[in-house]
């Protein structure tokens, strides 16, 4: 499995969670990280590179590692390899096919609809990149789709995340020092992909306030402060708290009335599955791509149409005033993502390793 690392974002919790299912169901695991960023459980042996790249990064180094990446490949002779990274530089991902991956069977997992973080834009190098790979993996239907339409390509499955049901419950167990009553963004705090403030103005315009139902926003990013000083400008400072990213969120989403996601676009967000798999609701806006994927509306949670910050805002006074609606959605939560088990996601990827080998 190549990754990018194993922390912070929901592709990596992913990847995390592959190598664990892989590994269960028998298969010698490797993992190669291109960065040093290791906090997610895994299983299997680790190639760690971002040790390699040290404090002062240049050319030498950067060689360094593609060299130890490609005999690493050679010595140990895998049968698959496991790509989850982005590929947005075109001229590394032709040395990448053309000298380390040139004899492999290769996956390539898709984890965002903004597929061209992942696939070449143009479809000339696609064919001169991809034409040979063994398989495409996207991890929602919506993603597999515009795969398909914009490549005229047919070797695309989808395969969701993983959620891992059993660990959520265990870590959920810890406490929190929160005394008070709240809904719960979690996630990178990136306001161009996730529109935090789509969050905070819909919030502000609630009346969650009246009830005392505060919002925390977990995290941590490159918009901290902007966000900080949105919170500030909007006098909100008493409602609106800001936990950074912790590397145990359940506890808070346990205990949460329920978790919001506003983003512009996403894969299949963690977000949404973890915080149902320990009986939180959630409300999200139906964005492209993952969330009308999970949610049933109003069964396990509501969908809003994306950027309305006027529907954003009834949502979050249903659930707190709708008890009925409410308690439904909590009840029903748990249920709802049970196919997303890693027991259900791990016979889709051992079927499509049968079909590769």
């Known amino acids: 499995m190549v990754v990018s690392s194993l922390s ?28 040093n960023n290791i906090d997610y459980a895994y299983k299997g042996t680790l190639l760690n590179l971002g040790l390699l790249k040290g404090d002062n990064d240049n050319f030498l180094k950067r060689l360094h590692r593609f060299k130890v990446f490609k005999n690493y490949l050679n010595t140990q002779d895998f049968d698959i390899i496991i790509d989850s990274r982005s590929r947005p530089r075109a001229f ?13 069977k290769v996956i390539y997992v898709i984890h965002s609809y903004k ?15 991809f034409n040979k790979s063994s398989q495409i993996i996207a991890v929602s239907d919506a993603i597999k789709l515009k795969i398909e339409d914009f490549y005229g390509i047919k070797n695309v499955e989808t395969i969701y995340n993983a959620v891992d049901i059993g660990n959520s419950a265990i870590k959920a167990i810890s406490k929190t020092n929160i005394e008070f009553d709240y809904i719960l963004f979690f996630g990178r ?33 490159i918009d901290e402060l902007l966000l900080k000083q949105k ?11 800001f936990i950074p990213h912790t590397k145990n969120p359940f506890p808070y989403i346990k205990n949460a009335k329920f978790t919001v996601l506003t983003s512009r676009y996403e894969g299949f967000p963690m977000v949404i599955p973890e915080s149902l798999s ?80």
């Not at 597929?115 to 990149?129: A, E, Q, R, V």
């Open 92 to 104: 590394k991902e032709l040395l990448i096919q053309r000298f380390i991956y040139k004899s492999q």
């Open 278 to 357: 320990l009986n939180t609701p959630v409300i999200s806006v139906d964005c492209k791509s993952g969330p009308s994927e999970i949610i049933i509306n109003e069964t396990n949670g509501l969908l809003v149409e994306n950027y309305n910050e006027k529907e954003l805002s009834e949502a979050m006074n249903s659930f707190i005033f709708d008890d009925e609606l409410y308690n439904a959605c909590k009840t029903n939560a748990k249920a709802s993502v049970e196919k997303f088990s890693l027991k259900n996601i791990a016979k889709d990827w051992e079927n499509i390793l049968q079909e590769i080998n």
């Open 115 to 129: 597929i061209h973080s992942y696939l070449p834009k143009s479809k000339w190098f696609y064919n001169l990149f």
């Open 189 to 221: 705090l990136t306001d161009k992909i996730k529109n935090l403030s789509l969050l905070i103005n819909a919030y502000k315009n609630s009346k969650l306030r009246s009830k005392r139902v505060k919002l925390i926003i977990l995290g941590s990013g």
């Open 231 to 241: 919170v500030k400008s909007d006098e909100l400072e008493e409602f609106v708290k």
């Open 8 to 35: 912070q974002g929901g592709a990596e919790r992913s990847a995390a969670l592959i190598s664990i299912m892989l590994s269960d169901l028998g298969h010698e695991v490797h993992i190669v990280s291109v960065l």
